[in-house]
């Protein structure tokens, strides 16, 4: 008889290699054909819901790593929630209006000046939906399950009827008007820009020192004292109407070589080395509130500069005094307007000097630094030109130096409503607890949104304008500009004219004679996304208003959370989240930010192609997404090693329960093993470990723990000690039975856990699980943890008896180094104890020959008695001889009783009896 034939060897079909990069697609594919999404929903229907909502990337390019974390973490939070008691759908969208489109097309050869508004714009959401499509595809790729059949796009006549009303709604409150001031203005769009358009990088700059000659000193400073401002934007100058002042701060007047100046005391020292001065002697102290508008001497042009007091003036820099021209700065433009001061812009859109600014007419701002800094010197106000850099606004999309700029827009008002946002915030929930406070502060400060932009494709800023010029928003024009949108989509506002757009019949007062306009600027695209609350989750059926979570990345604080808090509250006085999660960057191996020009970066479908999106996926939930995560073929290594240890165990598992009915063979926890018993209490705490840490977000947590419980719960010990029983035992032996129940449901438990993080390879799994009846393990529920009175003294017992059997390998282990085992099963070990460790050693409890995996073993006393010759380690003190006997050629161990059965003379007592009960 081949006695090999007779042990119970793992039998499975489940692949030990994934081959993810094949088998996904079609598993995908799978799911689409089953009609998956639906099926989960329609299971779940009737739950508490749980609306995570999306916030829209642009549709522009192929997806990069951050697109992968970020929908990763969203479709791990959707699983999670609809395995753990929730109806959780999940609606993608896109954000598709804007710039970046206008210039994909321009870029392309399209001629925008060659064709009607309306045929541009057509052809940009002919572009848009294109790139939705590969996008979508991508994210399919990526596993992350969804309604992808009908996403929210922004450009839908839908969307953005529901976005009219929001806009409506804050102008019937009060919350929009159109004012001149200075806003972000991008020369290189031609347009102005939100804060949340804005990035930072560094720039170089000129800075110089100007003197303004007092005209008109009061009678308390001398006319003829030159009062020192420094800036840093010389192109400003022309602009110049004011010197602001702070009322508390003393100004020093100092004679340097016969001439007077006069700057901040406290900024004396500092701007003399910088300028140069010898020497100098202060002649005369002044407080900045006697300095109110005395009168200086534009130093290029025949106009004065009014002195004004500033509580923005601070001693932190430059010289006190501060260049005011109100067309360029904000704070500038607020103490200018207190003054009674015009607004002076001397630039046009593409950010060139006109003829408001004479001498420097035609020139680029820019390049006007240049021009103005030796007009300046030619008459001698320049004191000092140096240059730095520094890091200054830019343009996000078209990465261009942006510059203030006072034009007229249509702005929301913050302070309104400030309070409400604030406390809005106090009531929203954050992951990670910084973000309140990150959020907070930006809303703290903010200024009044501008919303308006001198673009074409977008959401038009539904405003009409009467004969007169009065601006008209009436509940009746935007009930009436919402249904056309609804219905025709908001290319119909530039595809016909003002009368046409307005009510039959409307008529105003400040149009007489019946004509009317229409406003040409368009919307932020932050209105757009910020709208979607309203047009999505208060438009759709599936969902819900508030949403639960918006998760996003760190980004968005000034940007999607920002704007969506802004026109929830004003229009619903509260937030459309109740809780809001943030995530880092994805940077280089290096900490570096990814670019092509670099050529540091990682494509998200190079990955799935060459290792999967279960080993993508798995990256995700293995780092610390709240802060900026390194990217490297290096952590994909790591993670794959980690993902054949989950796959492979699995599959362990699998292999030894196929001949295991859980309804049939189950044996109960009271009849199980004590060491059955104690791996049965391990996957309670697994379960109620990884249950928490999802509840709370920590994918990082739910890897490590399931990685740890893999690698040492399971490989090092259950599963290496299993095998003495699930190969050797009778098929139905009371002690098999009993591992393969905890086999068993350590199995079910390990694939529903990873399911959010591993759909894929669970799917791939789950097909081969005879006895689990639902289609998908998707449409299954997480686990829950048990207890069992017992577990408190499993738990002490089996970490003191874990000690010792770290002891043993290690005895074993320098056994074979000395070559007086090979295998462990060839060993005899002698163990002694700390006399605390004795009342574990129970032998009627445990086989602790098959605990430490060895043919023989032996209490000898305590580890104070132990003999010279023992191995004296941790707690306990070991010795390891060869073990007595022949070696069962059936299940290798060493047994004196070898032989004993006449019949199977190579054969121990045990395996005689198995083979003669069950083979014979």
């Known amino acids: 008889m081949e006695y090999k034939n007779t042990l119970l060897m793992p039998k499975t079909e489940f692949p030990m290699r994934g081959g993810l990069p094949t088998s ?22 009737d739950r508490p819901s749980f609306i995570l909502h999306d916030g829209p990337p642009y549709a522009n390019g192929d997806l990069h790593m951050g697109h992968a974390l970020n929908k990763v973490l969203k479709d791990m939070v959707v699983r999670h929630k609809s395995m753990t008691g929730f109806y959780a759908p999940f609606v993608p969208g896109w954000d598709t209006h804007g710039l970046p489109i206008e210039q994909a097309l321009t870029n392309k050869g399209v001629k925008r000046k060659e064709m009607t508004l309306a045929e541009f714009r057509n052809l940009c959401e002919t572009y848009a939906y294109e790139q939705i499509d590969r996008q979508r595809n991508q994210f399919k790729r990526l596993g992350v399950r969804g309604d992808w059949e009908n996403p929210y796009v922004t450009l839908k006549p839908s969307y953005e009827s529901r976005q009219i009303e929001v806009f409506g709604e804050m102008a019937r409150k009060g919350f929009i008007f159109k004012g001149l001031k200075p806003v972000y203005w991008s020369p290189s769009s031609e347009s102005a820009l939100a804060e949340a358009e804005i990035e930072y990088k560094d720039k170089k700059s000129p800075s110089i020192y100007v003197s303004f000659e007092l005209t008109n000193g009061k009678g308390i400073v001398a006319e003829g004292t030159k009062i020192i401002i420094w800036t840093t934007t010389p192109w ?15 100004y020093a007047v100092v004679d340097v070589a016969g001439t007077h100046y006069l700057l901040a005391k406290d900024l004396l020292e500092s701007v003399a080395s910088v300028l140069e001065w010898e020497s100098y002697e202060t002649v005369q102290i002044v407080k900045g509130e006697q300095m109110d508008r005395m009168v200086a001497k534009h130093p290029l042009y025949e106009r004065d500069s009014l002195v004004m007091l500033g509580d923005h003036v601070t001693t932190e820099s430059g010289t006190g005094c501060v260049h005011t021209a109100p067309g360029h700065g904000e704070e500038d433009f607020y103490v200018g307007k207190a003054y009674g001061l015009e607004v002076l812009s001397p630039l046009d859109d593409r950010g060139v000097m006109t003829a408001e600014a004479p001498g420097f007419e035609g020139l680029f701002y820019d390049t006007a630094n240049k021009k103005i800094t030796e007009a300046l010197e030619a008459v001698g106000a320049l004191e000092k030109l140096t240059f730095f850099t520094h890091s200054a606004p830019h343009d996000w999309r078209t990465k261009k130096p942006v510059i203030y700029r006072a034009t007229s827009q249509w702005f929301a008002s913050i302070d309104a409503f400030r309070a409400e946002l604030l406390q809005a915030i106090k009531d929203t929930s954050f992951t990670p607890a910084w973000g309140e406070i990150r959020l907070f502060n930006m809303v703290r400060d903010r200024g009044d949104w501008c919303i308006s932009r001198q673009r074409v494709w977008g959401v038009p800023i539904p405003v009409f304008y009467a004969e007169d010029g009065e601006p008209i928003i009436t509940e009746e024009t935007i009930s009436h500009v919402s249904s056309l949108f609804r219905e025709h989509g908001s290319t119909v506002w530039f595809e016909r004219q003002a009368k046409e757009l307005l009510p039959q019949g409307f008529s105003h007062p400040g149009s007489p004679n019946g004509l009317f306009t229409k406003e040409t600027d368009i919307m932020d695209v932050w209105f757009d996304s910020g709208s979607s609350h309203q047009a999505v989750l208060d438009e759709r059926d599936d969902l819900v208003y508030p949403a639960d979570l918006y998760l996003e990345g760190s980004d968005q604080y000034r940007g999607w959370f920002n704007s969506s808090l802004t026109t929830s509250v004003a229009i619903n006085g509260h937030a459309p989240y109740k809780g809001i999660l943030s995530h880092g960057f994805a940077l280089d191996g290096e900490g570096r930010k990814m670019s092509k020009s670099i050529g540091n970066v990682i494509d998200p479908a190079k990955v799935m192609n060459q290792l999967g999106a279960d080993i993508l996926r798995l990256w995700v939930a293995s780092v610390d997404y709240t802060a900026d995560v390194r990217v490297s073929d290096s952590n994909f290594k790591q993670v794959s090693e980690v993902y054949r240890k989950i796959r492979n165990t699995c599959r362990f598992l699998h292999g030894n329960v196929t001949d295991f009915n859980p309804k049939a063979d189950r044996v109960a926890f009271e009849d199980l093993r004590e060491v059955d018993q104690y791996m049965f209490m391990k996957l309670q705490e697994l379960i109620e470990t990884v249950r928490k840490a999802y509840d709370r977000y920590d994918f990082a947590s739910v890897y490590n723990a399931v990685n740890n419980f893999v690698a040492s719960d399971l490989s090092s010990f259950y599963l290496d000690i299993a095998k003495d029983v699930v190969y050797i035992e009778g098929q139905d032996h009371l002690h098999r039975r009993a591992m393969q129940t905890v086999m068993y449901d350590t199995l079910i438990a390990l694939l529903k856990l990873t399911t959010p993080i591993l759909p894929h390879t669970t799917d791939e799994l789950w097909v081969f699980l005879t006895h689990e009846t639902e289609e998908s393990i998707q449409l299954t529920d997480f686990p829950e943890a048990t207890t069992h009175a017992s577990f408190e003294n499993l738990r002490t017992k089996y970490q003191q008896l874990m000690l010792v059997r770290d002891d043993v390998l290690k005895a074993l282990e320098e056994a074979r180094n000395a070559k007086i085992i090979g295998k462990s099963l060839e060993a005899k070990v002698t163990v002694f104890v700390n006399k605390e460790l004795l009342d574990a050693f129970d032998t009627n409890k445990i086989d602790f020959a098959q605990f430490f995996i060895v043919s023989e073993f032996e209490l000898a006393g305590l580890k104070e008695e132990a003999p010279e010759d023992a191995l004296n380690l941790h707690v306990a003190a070991v010795i390891v001889t060869k073990a007595q006997g022949e070696k069962c050629e059936r299940c290798w161990t060493i047994s004196s009783k070898v032989g004993d059965n006449d ?18």
């Open 236 to 250: 400003t100058i022309p602009a110049n109407l004011g010197i602001s002042v702070h009322p508390e701060i003393e």
């Open 24 to 45: 996904e697609p079609a598993m995908q594919a799978r799911w689409d054909d089953m009609k998956l999404y639906k099926k989960v929903l329609d299971r779940t229907k």
């Open 903 to 920: 019949k199977h003379p190579t054969l121990c007592l045990r395996c005689a009896d198995v083979v003669e009960k069950y083979y014979v």
